[in-house]
């Protein structure tokens, strides 16, 4: 952490990203809803292909983007979104089979280096 100029804000970032971990782990935040934002978290904090974690949510993303989520299902006609959402539960399925032990390995990375600072 002593490369970072705002060590504070890596430690913010660090507990947003376990914070969302959590969540997933939890049943309170679906994987593939969250997995754009543990994306992003991820590269702020500096992982990179060949990262296990960093490379599994983009596998996660990459096999779940073309569902509405969030704020973008207000964009979707009913009906369409009715259509999608049994293929929406099943990448939901897929994503926590393949991703909570993704979500685990976040906590445990950031959730002690917290710990140790």
Not at 31 to 56: H, M, S, V
Not at 64 to 72: G, S, V
């Amino acid at each position: 952490m002593a490369d970072w100029p705002n060590p504070d804000l890596r430690r913010k970032l660090e507990r947003r990203f376990v914070h969302r971990a959590s969540e997933v782990l939890a049943g309170r935040a679906s994987l593939i809803g969250a997995t754009q934002e543990l994306l992003k978290l991820a590269f702020q904090l500096g992982l990179r292909k060949g990262d296990g974690i960093y490379d599994d949510l983009r596998l996660i993303a990459s096999e779940t983007a073309r569902y509405p989520l969030a704020n973008e299902r207000a964009f979707w006609a009913d009906e369409a979104l009715a259509r999608l959402q049994p293929d929406i539960d099943r990448a939901e399925v897929w994503a926590r089979e393949f991703g909570l032990n993704t979500c685990r390995s976040i906590v445990e990375r950031y959730d002690s280096a917290d710990q140790a600072s």
